[in-house]
């Protein structure tokens, strides 16, 4: 074996682990919204908020559900990341431990007590968006930022529906 | 809940305790402090396994053929130091901000067996291979039983970062559905009591 061949073969496995190791320090659980969470699975939880977890990638809101027959179910509701939430005006003390509150979101594929939630309404009927932009989450109008986005085609299009009018005319 | 009786092990127990500290939460909770930690984490790995490769390429006979393993030794010694309490140290603080879902990773407790096995192959080193270090030291290629142990070196510290690196996924955490296999290796029962 020559001095070059030994030196790619032992420099091989290095690169390779150190390429593992160093493709981006990513947290766990952080995913596009159809790797983890069902479209088809819409859920409402409502009861008191039990814990929060401020954490990268995704902050969780955990809520107590009661359910028809009385049981209790603790579901675990996906937020976006605290950043995203912080520069939405929403910080860790926003929703303290124990106030009630109203979750739309959509269940895990594993079918675990796990959701990914997308508006959280108070009962004040204050709403929050709690989710993130751009994951692939259905556009069911949670979003505020998506809402503009289709304000703003349903405008384009009444421009060029004068415009071609106008040409006609 | 079901009346059964549920018993913590005592690694889920001192994880919760930890868990429990306000510390532990600000930590992991914290949103540059945490990052850093991570990264520092990151870095050192490398500076550390990073000399080891040297040392251990050497001892293969495969690299710095011509200059003896104990001066090589002696110059990266330092650095290594280094990297070695700074990567722990920092390990240790990553664990502390996460307990208890480290506590029950697949991915971390086969790391820490990887890492027994790198620790006693150093050991067996120290206390068997390099006795008679004198006879070998300056050989462009030393015996075999020097080979082994760098080889073996070099391979269960790749896969210790590659373990390290996979405790990030989520896959096998236990508030997921999991075989009966991942459950038992990742102590799910006892996070999860019936």
């Known amino acids: 074996m020559n001095v070059l061949q030994a030196r790619i073969q032992t420099t091989a496995p290095i690169a390779l682990a150190a390429m593992l190791a160093l493709g981006g320090v990513q947290a766990s659980a952080h995913h596009a919204f159809g790797a983890e969470f069902d479209p088809n699975r819409p859920i409402i939880v409502r009861g008191p908020v039990v814990k929060i977890e401020w954490t990268n990638p995704h902050a969780w809101f955990h809520v107590e559900h009661t359910n028809e027959d009385g049981s209790k179910t603790v579901w675990m509701m996906e937020a976006g990341t605290p950043n995203t939430l912080l520069r939405r005006g929403i910080h860790r003390n926003s929703v303290p431990i124990g106030t009630e509150v109203i979750i739309d979101g959509y269940q895990s594929k594993d079918l675990s007590n796990r959701a990914n939630g997308r508006q959280m309404t108070l009962v004040n009927g204050e709403t929050l968006f709690m989710g993130s932009s751009g994951t692939g989450a259905p556009r069911d109008g949670a979003d505020p930022i998506e809402r503009a986005r289709s304000e703003d085609v349903e405008k384009l299009e009444e421009a060029k529906a004068a415009d071609t009018a106008q040409d006609d005319g | ?194």
Not at chain 2, 72 to 89: E, H, K, N, Y
Not at chain 2, 118 to 147: I, K
Not at chain 2, 152 to 171: D, E, P
């Open chain 2, 1 to 194: 809940m079901s009346a059964s009786p549920y018993e913590p092990s005592p690694l889920h127990a001192f994880a919760e305790w930890l868990d429990g500290q306000a510390w532990s939460t600000a930590l992991h909770e914290s949103l540059w402090v945490y990052p850093l930690v991570e990264s520092t984490h990151v870095l050192t790995v490398m500076l550390f396994v990073g000399m080891l490769a040297m040392v251990d390429l050497r001892m293969l006979g495969f690299a710095f053929r011509q200059t003896p393993v104990s001066e090589l030794t002696s110059r990266l010694l330092p650095w290594s130091v280094a990297g070695f309490v700074i990567m722990v140290t920092t390990g240790l603080l990553l664990f502390y901000a996460i307990p208890v879902r480290t506590a029950h990773s697949v991915w971390f407790r086969f790391k820490a067996m990887l890492l027994i096995a790198a620790a006693v192959n150093a050991w067996w080193f120290h206390r068997r291979v390099s006795r008679d270090r004198e006879r070998w030291d300056g050989q462009p290629q030393p015996p075999l039983g020097v080979r082994i142990a760098a080889a073996l070196s070099m391979g269960l510290w790749a896969g210790v970062i590659v373990a390290g690196r996979m405790i990030a996924y989520n896959w096998f955490d236990c508030e997921r559905p999991q075989s009966a296999f991942v459950a038992w290796a990742a102590g799910c029962a006892a996070e999860l009591p019936p």
